[in-house]
């Protein structure tokens, strides 16, 4: 397993951008595919995004398609969130996870999450 820690929420009006950072610990980052979930109150955990070993795949959330982009820094051993357009719905505890292998939108298999982040967007 991998320790997360996520950092980068706050509150932002709607129609703001934030950015979240997820680093990892241990040598093996590149062996992970990244994602973000989020879960808002008396709200399953949901998929946001994900991105490959490599960064070359990724995928999203059709909710945050076109606003929210993923990216890593495979040498920083860092995950990455920039969120553009930001809306009221988005806002929710925002979660790095990373699994070895599998669907990378399903929550099964991710074995390592972080703490968590808060976001808040107001109207």
Known sequence: ?????????????????LRLSCVASGRTFTSYTMAWFRQAPGKER????????????TYYADSVKG???????????TVYLQMNSLKPEDTAVYYCGSKWYGTPTSIAGFTSWGQGTQVTVSS
């Open 67 to 77: 606003r929210f982009t993923i990216s890593r820094d495979n040498a920083k051993n």
């Open 1 to 17: 397993q991998v320790l997360l820690v996520e950092s980068g929420g706050g509150l932002m009006q709607a129609g703001g951008s």
């Open 46 to 57: 949901e998929f946001v995004v994900a991105i490959s070993r490599g960064g070359s795949t």
